[in-house]
């Protein structure tokens, strides 16, 4: 899931799997990460946010996962449909002089096949 | 409806133009953020509000580019003597408080510069 050049990381994954999306964020004194769905033609769809003083967070079908020692984020999507093809983007907040701006990554596309 | 609205939905002009880009937060939220999303990026982010004051406007790209929030409520992003570059998808969200609050995403306006 980790964003390389202009092109989107893609994963394909089967309907009723589990997906796991990854994400390598730069800032290592980040104190609040966030994954975001978008679908073609949206805006960005809150899923599930994390501090850094949590290292898992459960939601409903999603669970986030926080490595500070690696600076890693994964997002697991358990019993994966197809409404959930979409791009996910992870995103931190950099302590910045007090500023609550999302840096985020380049996203993953996730396709899911019936 | 409850969410972030944005209008227009798309925007069409020539280079040299003046174009307004306008948001409505969800109500009774204090944080508004505008992003700008090129295709296949992610959002960058550009400038957020508390209230009525630019609280960072450091990603704003350069001085053509300006945003106000008069009453701490709607917000308009004015581009001048708009370039081919500034083509991209502005998309504007807000949170309760500035406080590690997930942002929420209106779902944009596409601008074509022609």
């Known amino acids: 899931g980790e964003s390389v050049g202009l092109h989107l990381p893609t994963l394909s994954v089967q309907e009723g799997d589990n997906s796991i999306i990854n994400c390598a964020y730069s800032n290592s004194a980040s104190d609040y990460f966030i994954w975001y769905k978008q679908e073609s033609g949206k805006g960005p769809q809150f899923i599930i946010d994390i501090r850094s003083n949590m290292d898992k967070r459960q939601g409903q079908r999603v669970t986030v996962l926080l490595n500070k020692t690696v600076k890693h984020l994964s997002l697991q999507i358990a019993a994966t449909q197809p409404g959930d093809s979409a791009v996910y983007f992870c995103?931190?907040?950099?302590?910045?002089?007090?500023?609550?701006?999302?840096?985020f990554g380049k996203g993953t596309k996730l396709t899911v096949n019936p | 409806g409850a969410g972030v609205s944005q209008t227009p939905s798309n925007k069409v002009t020539e280079k040299g133009k003046y174009v307004e880009l306008r948001c409505d937060p969800i109500s009774g939220h204090t944080a508004l953020y505008w992003y700008r999303q090129s295709l296949g990026q992610g959002p960058e982010f550009l400038i957020y509000?508390?209230?009525?004051?630019?609280?960072?406007d450091s990603g704003l790209p350069n001085d053509r580019f300006f945003a106000v929030r008069p009453e701490g409520s709607v917000s308009t992003l004015k581009i001048q003597r708009t370039e081919r570059g500034d083509s991209a998808v502005y998309l504007c969200?807000?949170?309760?408080?500035?406080?590690?609050?997930?942002?929420?995403f209106g779902d944009g306006t596409r601008l074509s510069i022609l």
């Open positions: 969200a807000s949170s309760p408080t500035h406080s590690n609050q997930p942002q929420h």
């Open positions: 995103a931190e907040n950099p302590p910045v002089g007090g500023s609550e701006k999302l840096v």
């Open positions: 509000f508390q209230g009525t004051g630019a609280a960072d």
